[in-house]
């Protein structure tokens, strides 16, 4: 799968692994908006775990996560295309282009997010 796969939609891409105490706490306001934007976006959480489904899958049972599904990058191809660190979230338009990127943990519900959201048209 690759990103090119969601095009015709917003996209939000959350890069995270299960080990980042900032990416887990993150997870439920992440699926909470991945829930309520359904209709208008698409919200992704890729795991950059080196141990991949392994490890990814059995910690998405125990969250009980609703509305994300858990996708692996376990050669962090990703995380190093976006040159960045954990957690990391861009946002891209329906065309596919970049708009905005947060770099660190952000509450998913709250005026921030909702601000970025906005923003973009979301």
């Not at 996209?11 to 909470?32: F, G, I, K, Q, S």
């Not at 990127?101 to 998913?108: E, K, T």
């Amino acid at each position: 799968m690759t990103l090119a796969s969601f095009r015709g939609r917003p996209l939000l891409v959350n890069l995270w692994a299960t080990w980042c105490a900032p990416c887990v706490a993150e997870m439920p306001t992440l699926d909470a908006l991945a829930a309520k934007s359904a209709e208008r976006m698409t919200v992704i959480a890729v795991a950059e775990d080196l141990q991949g489904a392994e490890i990814v899958d059995p910690w998405f049972q125990k969250a009980g996560l609703k509305a994300l599904q858990p996708y692996i990058d376990p050669q962090n191809g990703l995380l190093d295309a976006a040159n960045s660190a954990l957690p990391t979230s861009i946002y891209y338009d329906a065309e596919g282009r970049e708009i905005w990127r947060i770099v660190g943990a952000i509450d998913w519900q709250g005026a921030e997010a909702k601000a970025l959201l906005a923003e973009a048209g979301t």
